[in-house]
């Protein structure tokens, strides 16, 4: 019997895609300290004027820009959500990388409450390296996702590039009175997170030793668009979408941003199979490492163990929403209180 190989599992076996950066997914982010660093002179005081129709901006950190388009007779009805996200490989498949990426992008429509509408690629290419069939695995894994998103695909950019890099930059629309922010939060309000950590822990794992995670694969292809309209349903009003910086370093933010303390019952954070043995065996990227260094001097940890804060703070890839309320089917693993001396209490 003659067994024939497709060009895609012809080029996985010798080529592995997460080999030919020095980072993966999100994990390769600028630190958020110091990128904070680089935005702080670009970032106007104080909050958005009251008139402006630029309704989110730089000045809290959010996930994606927001601005009001007037109606006819001068009326506001409408908000355009507008973002863009790229990184290296996370996996060695180009098609699961490809929605890996899609998705990721599109979290930040969803984030903030929107309707992801149009996306263009931005695709990075080292095309003396690695063939062009693999780079159109990687399309096609994005248009895939983005068609379940009900998102069109309208071209985009390229460039030739040492490393590989894919994303897209990411349209969409949203209700002006009902998005949801980052700094709207308020003391009383539980916290409820959608996916479970480990995503970090797992993808560098898969990088060092090509062991496949499909759980972690499932997760980030998983679109956070029902998360995010149950949120609304519910009456939620502020979220965020955990990515590269961690759930602390996301939680650090939208806690800070909404002048609050945010208490976190480590027990009750859902993590995937295998991350907390990824953890113990050294599987951490320098990414996570740094995002628990940025969070420390925000952050009362309490009794909470070594390897829990690498997982608290490890760089997820295509996360899940942590909502400032209850969302039907997610855990609750925290609440908002008055703000203290800590923007995060690990109880």
Known sequence: MTTTHSTRATHEAPLRLTQFAHGGGCACK???????????GLTRPGAVAADSPLLVGLATGDDAAVVTLPAPGGTRTQALVCTADFFTPVVDDPYDWGR?????????????????????????WPRDVLPFDLAREVLR??????????????????????EPKYGMAVT??????????????????????????????????????????????ATMTALNRDASAAALD????CATDITGFGLLGHLHKLARASGVTAVVDTAAVPYLDGARESVRDGYVSGGTRRNL??????????QTGADTRLLLADAQT?????????????????????????????R
Not at 30 to 40: A, F, R, S
Not at 327 to 336: F, K, M, Q, R, T
Request: charged share 20%.
């Open 141 to 162: 894994g994005g248009l895939d996702i983005a068609t379940e998103a009900g998102c069109h695909v309208g071209g985009g950019h390229s460039v030739d590039d040492p």
């Open 234 to 237: 519910a009456g939620a009003r």
């Open 30 to 40: 600028i630190p958020p300290g110091e990128l904070e660093e680089v935005l702080g």
């Open 100 to 124: 890996i990426a899609a998705a990721n992008a599109l979290s930040d429509v969803y984030a903030m409450g929107g309707t992801p509408l149009v996306a263009v690629n931005l695709l990075a």
């Open 293 to 302: 260094e940025w969070v420390a001097p925000f952050t009362d940890f309490g």
């Open 172 to 217: 969409g629309v949203a209700d002006p009175e009902r998005l949801l922010r980052n700094d709207t939060g308020r003391a009383g309000l539980p916290l409820s997170l959608t996916k479970p950590l480990g995503l970090g822990v797992l993808n560098n794992r898969h990088k060092a030793t090509g062991e496949r995670f499909e759980q972690a694969v």
């Open 318 to 346: 295509s996360g899940g929403l942590l909502v400032a309320g209850e969302v039907p089917g997610a855990p609750v693993i925290g609440e908002l209180v008055p703000k203290g001396a800590h923007s995060v209490v690990l």
